[in-house]
């Protein structure tokens, strides 16, 4: 199954290449900054995400990062232990931007590729916080089986509600995610699962920034 999991960092830049967020179109904050961002991976934590299994990529017009993930895959039934029904990651990332700017996350797509079987069920949900800050309310999307395709979810936040980094501090932003996979009423002989990729290799979450400038700066 982890052989579905193959994208890497550059298929999803080239991807995104071609794919400018809507973000700014539908009036989420500012035009985004021409300057040079770069975004890190500081911390990895979670049995979804060992280090090293996770690589961060940068839309070239700065509306969007992607998270790709190599081992990130929830499964229950025949053949499979307790602890694999319940993945998590935690992944704190160190985004710089240009001077006088900000930016907060007002869209997420998430995408994979789903195996269930008749009566199985499985689960994405996912957080956001800036270092120091409350996380946001999880937003969770839920499928049930029988389910043999691709799944994409999208989590959006409005306008007023949008949470940005404060001007001028270093802090991480962290992204929380969890998948579960239920098969309890599922035939005991069959195996289900849910993993954060999809079969063709595509990426699997973008992350659409909404920019605003600086007080001081405007």
Request: proline share 5%; glycine share 10%.
């Amino acid at each position: 199954m982890l052989s579905r999991l193959s994208a890497g960092a550059a298929v999803a830049s080239l991807l995104l290449a071609g794919s400018a967020s809507p973000t700014a179109a539908a009036g989420f904050g500012d035009e985004p900054p021409t300057g040079k961002i770069t975004i890190t991976v500081a911390t990895v934590n979670g049995s979804g995400c060992r280090p090293g299994s996770a690589a961060v990529a940068i839309a070239p017009d700065n509306t969007a990062f992607t998270v790709t993930y190599s081992e990130y895959l929830a499964q229950a039934g025949a053949g499979t232990k307790p602890t694999d029904s319940r993945k998590n990651c935690q992944i704190a990332l160190n985004v710089h931007v240009p001077q006088g700017f900000t930016y907060a996350i007002a869209r997420a797509d998430y995408r994979g590729y789903a195996s269930l079987a008749k009566g199985a069920r499985g689960l994405e949900q996912a957080g956001y916080y800036f270092q120091g800050q409350q996380e946001t309310a999880r937003k969770s999307h839920t499928f049930t089986g029988a389910y043999d395709a691709n799944w994409q979810t999208s989590d959006e936040t409005g306008v007023d509600a949008l949470v940005y980094a404060p001007c001028g501090e270093e802090r991480y932003f962290n992204i929380n995610t969890e998948m579960r996979v239920d098969a309890k009423s599922a035939d005991p002989k069959s195996t289900s699962y849910m993993a954060m990729d999809s079969t063709d290799g595509s990426i699997n979450t973008v992350y659409h920034f909404a920019w605003k400038e600086c007080p001081a700066h405007k």
